[in-house]
């Protein structure tokens, strides 16, 4: 059985998808942009202020359902722009230490509006 997690706090989904699904002892929190949940709007600046957003995004979504960032055991990140990859890490490293989640990283061709990073998580619920 599976239960869908929402809060008014991350971005209303902009397609037919659910801001996280719990099947079983996981949680996997759809793809995130830097959208500012207040204005519903993208936050202006470069790839780094997106990756703050995002990460302020999956951190509500999580506390929704029960969890923190400390519970994310997969990353999946992708990036318009693969030379953005140092601002993207400098931020990720301030949410994640060491032992850091097991984690993927794609540049695609492009993002919904126009973005420059976007990043679904998978968390586990420790017994």
């Known amino acids: 059985m599976k239960k869908v997690f929402y809060t008014d706090k991350a971005p209303k989904p902009m397609n037919p998808y659910s801001q996280a699904i719990r099947a079983g002892d996981f949680l996997f929190v759809?793809?995130?942009?830097?959208?500012?949940?207040?204005?519903n709007k993208l936050v202006k600046g470069n790839a780094a202020d997106e990756t703050e957003q995002v990460f302020k995004n999956i951190s509500s979504i999580l506390e929704a359902a029960g969890l923190k960032l400390e519970n994310v055991v997969k990353v999946v990140l992708y990036m318009n722009d693969i030379g953005d990859s140092s601002l993207i890490n400098e931020v990720y490293e301030k949410y994640y230490e060491e032992p850091y989640p097991a984690r993927t990283s794609f540049a695609v061709g492009s993002l919904p509006l126009g973005a420059k990073v976007k990043i679904d998580v998978t968390a586990h619920y420790d017994k």
């Open 30 to 39: 759809s793809g995130q942009i830097g959208i500012d949940p207040t204005t």
